[in-house]
């Protein structure tokens, strides 16, 4: 099976801009979790999809949101960009989420100026 | 707050040693993930643990539960310089809800 891919892998935006970051679960796998990786806090969970609908929500502002579509593909939008979203966004996806074992892709590299 | 401590933060050692990382909370956990995570990659899951007292062995590295269920350890017989990356324990404390992750323990090992 292939593994979950994430597009684009690097990013440049600046201050004030929005950005939307894609991800291809493996197939089969209904859940869609996102994190955001920085040096200093880790990584740190933003939300989970299954099914199309939110399932879970970690405590980030509202300016980060995303969607499932039907085959299970999931898109995170970052609205206003400020200097500190600056960070690795990984995707990953299981069978039934909530809690359960993740697989990861490579990433999405976001660069704030 | 951070609900997974792991400790060390930073492991620097020569191949040949060996080494254990470890994975505390206050919190009891249905389950623990050991994940490794290689520099531009995304963390791949080395273990699940869900029994307290559980010893599972992967190779080299021996991952235990506490018997608990608030802590875990990472144990690598050996090290090899494949084995440098960045360790990751997640868990989760009901099911259906999200996993939480710790910082990491970041591994650097020479030849």
């Known amino acids: 099976k292939a593994g979950v891919t994430q597009t684009p892998r690097y990013l440049i935006k600046t201050r004030g801009q929005q950005v939307t970051l894609s991800c291809s679960p493996i197939s089969g796998h209904r859940s869609v979790s996102w994190y955001q990786q920085t040096p200093g806090q880790g990584l740190q969970f933003l939300f989970e999809?299954?099914?199309?609908?939110?399932?879970n929500k970690g405590n980030f502002p509202g300016r980060f949101s995303g969607r499932q579509f039907s085959n299970s593909r999931s898109e995170m939008n970052v609205s206003t960009l400020e200097l500190g979203d600056s960070a690795l966004y990984l995707c990953a996806s299981s069978l039934d989420g909530g809690g359960t074992a993740q697989y990861f892709g490579p990433g999405t590299r976001l660069t704030v100026l | 707050t951070q609900l997974l401590e792991q400790s060390p933060q930073f492991l620097s050692i020569q191949e040949g040693e060996n080494l254990t990382v470890y994975c505390n909370s206050s919190?009891?956990?249905?389950?623990l993930q050991w994940y490794r995570q290689e520099p531009g990659e995304g963390p791949v899951l080395l273990v699940t643990?869900?029994?307290?007292?559980e010893v599972k062995k992967l190779k080299r590295l021996t991952f235990q539960f506490g018997d608990a269920r608030k802590d875990s350890s990472l144990h690598i017989t050996a090290a090899q310089p494949g084995d440098t990356g960045l360790y990751l324990c997640a868990g989760v404390r009901n099911s259906g809800y999200a996993l939480n992750f710790g910082k990491g323990t970041s591994l650097l090992v020479t030849p």
């Open positions: 643990v869900v029994t307290g007292g």
């Open positions: 999809y299954f099914s199309e609908t939110q399932r």
């Open positions: 919190s009891v956990f249905s389950s």
